[in-house]
T-cell receptor
């Protein structure tokens, strides 16, 4: 079973921030939170990851709660091209071989 | 930069036939994975390998086998295909000694009739 739970779908207006939540209440101390997205039927694409500190890169920001039981991926200015399925997973980078994905959140960005 | 290369891109196969999906990576990553994705569903792990010479079972391993003879190649074999194995198959690799992110191929669409 996936170790994360995400809403099935979300809508966002173009130009607004998209905030995608993820629950990972059973996360272990050495597990990182990773986010990926899949556009149409392409292979999933890495977005960002973090352990306990908030992270930001050119694509998104990742906010992890202090207890690490949940996180939020933020797309600051969503565009139509951000319409995709977003996956949140937890894994140990150096040994997380049985990497399990859930069903993800389908984000619809609307004009 | 090639990354992960999967072949074939798509294939139609008669039930009962044997099929091997090929996956090659040029990033010298230790770990490799095979996932299947069915319409409207997320990714389900079939098999994985954390280094050449070792493999492990994922969530849905039945009906599939893998081998990891070297670092670069991780073929997935369906010994006797069944219609329920109709799916899109994704291969991935990860650098266990760096960020641990997974790099995915573009998928192989398999239809078993």
């Amino acid at each position: 079973d996936a170790k994360t739970t995400q809403p099935t779908s979300m809508d966002c207006a173009e130009g607004r921030a998209a905030n995608l939540p993820c629950n990972h209440s059973t996360i272990s101390g050495n597990e990182y939170v990773y986010w990926y997205r899949q556009i149409h039927s392409q292979g999933p694409q890495y977005i960002i990851h973090g352990l306990k500190n908030n992270e930001t890169n050119e694509m998104a920001s990742l906010i992890i709660t202090e207890d690490r039981k949940s996180s939020t991926l933020i797309l600051p200015h969503a565009t139509l091209r951000d319409t995709a399925v977003y996956y949140c997973i937890v894994r140990v980078p150096w040994g997380g071989f049985k990497t399990i994905f859930g069903a993800g959140t389908r984000l619809f960005v609307k004009a | 930069i090639a990354g992960i290369t999967q072949a074939p891109t798509s294939q139609i196969l008669a039930a009962g036939r044997r099929m091997t999906l090929r996956c090659t990576q040029d990033m010298r990553h230790n770990a490799m994975y095979w996932y299947r994705q069915d319409l409207g569903l997320g990714l389900r792990l079939i098999h994985y390998s954390n280094t050449a010479g070792t493999t492990g079972k994922g969530e849905v391993p039945d009906g599939y086998s893998v081998s990891r003879a070297n670092t670069d190649d991780f073929p997935l074999t369906l010994a006797s295909a069944v219609p329920s194995q109709t799916s899109v198959y994704f291969c991935a690799s990860s650098d266990q000694y760096n960020t641990g992110e997974l790099f995915f191929g573009e998928g192989s669409r398999l239809t078993v009739l």
